[in-house]
């Protein structure tokens, strides 16, 4: 049988069209958010992030959202473009833990329909 | 300017055999840290240096498994007896100062095949 882990979600958008990927969180205390970025063969690069005291941050064309309430992380895209396929993973991490490896969730792989 | 470098890109050794990774962080970065990324998977977190000494080595997932950064800047990861279960994309990444909202940048990985 096939592993889980070897299938990602999948979120396929028509050029131009906005993309939303969600993120659910696992760790209340949390308080540092990052989204990354990672084309095939390529390691994660960074999009955006966003503190705790805030709930929404924009950047180019990228929107983050954070909502404590539910642990829940999402990524807008304005009018995707080709160069935005990748697989698009969230990550968390503490200021207060002491330990500054971040946890990443289990990626979205987005796909652009031209 | 420059940013993380990793060597090799790609690694194929045999079960058994001893590997070394190596990663040169962003110039000024004194923060290290090492992941290890399986087929479909996120990153998993291995080890974070601050300078020369390994802050947080909860990660490593044996004894098997070592790294040192002797300088402060290149690390090297090193697997002794290595296992096909070990066989992963080993990325590196830096930050300025460290701490947890420090913005981490990564490397493009060594894929470790282990036959």
């Known amino acids: 049988g096939e592993s889980v882990g070897l299938h990602l979600p999948t979120l396929s958008v028509q050029e131009g069209d906005n993309s939303i990927i969600n993120c659910a969180y696992s760790?209340?205390?949390?308080?540092?958010f990052i989204w990354y970025k990672q084309e095939s063969g390529k390691g994660p690069q960074f999009i955006i992030d966003?503190?705790?005291?805030?709930d929404k941050r924009q950047g180019q064309r990228v929107t983050v959202l954070l909502n404590k309430t539910v642990k829940h992380l999402s990524l807008q895209i304005a009018a995707t473009q080709p160069g935005d396929s990748a697989v698009y993973f969230c990550?968390?991490?503490?200021?207060?833990?002491?330990?500054?490896?971040?946890?990443f969730g289990k990626g979205t792989h987005l796909i652009i329909q031209p | 300017g420059a940013g993380v470098s990793q060597t090799p890109s790609n690694k194929v050794t045999e079960k058994g055999k001893y590997v070394e990774l190596r990663c040169d962080p962003i110039?000024?970065?004194?923060?290290l840290y090492w992941y290890r990324q399986s087929l479909g998977q996120g990153p998993e977190f291995l080890i974070y240096?601050?300078?020369?000494?390994?802050?947080?080595d909860s990660g490593l997932p044996n004894d098997r498994f070592f790294a040192v950064r002797p300088e402060g800047s290149v690390s090297t990861l090193k697997i002794q007896r290595t296992e096909r279960g070990d066989s992963a994309v080993y990325l590196c990444?830096?930050?300025?100062?460290?701490?947890?909202?420090?913005?981490?940048?990564f490397g493009p990985g060594t894929r470790l095949t282990v036959l």
């Open positions: 990444a830096s930050s300025l100062m460290g701490g947890g909202t420090d913005t981490q940048y």
């Open positions: 760790n209340s205390a949390s308080d540092y």
């Open positions: 966003i503190r705790s005291n805030m």
């Open positions: 990550a968390e991490n503490w200021s207060g833990g002491g330990a500054d490896g971040l946890t």
């Open positions: 110039s000024g970065h004194t923060a």
């Open positions: 240096f601050q300078g020369t000494g390994a802050a947080d």
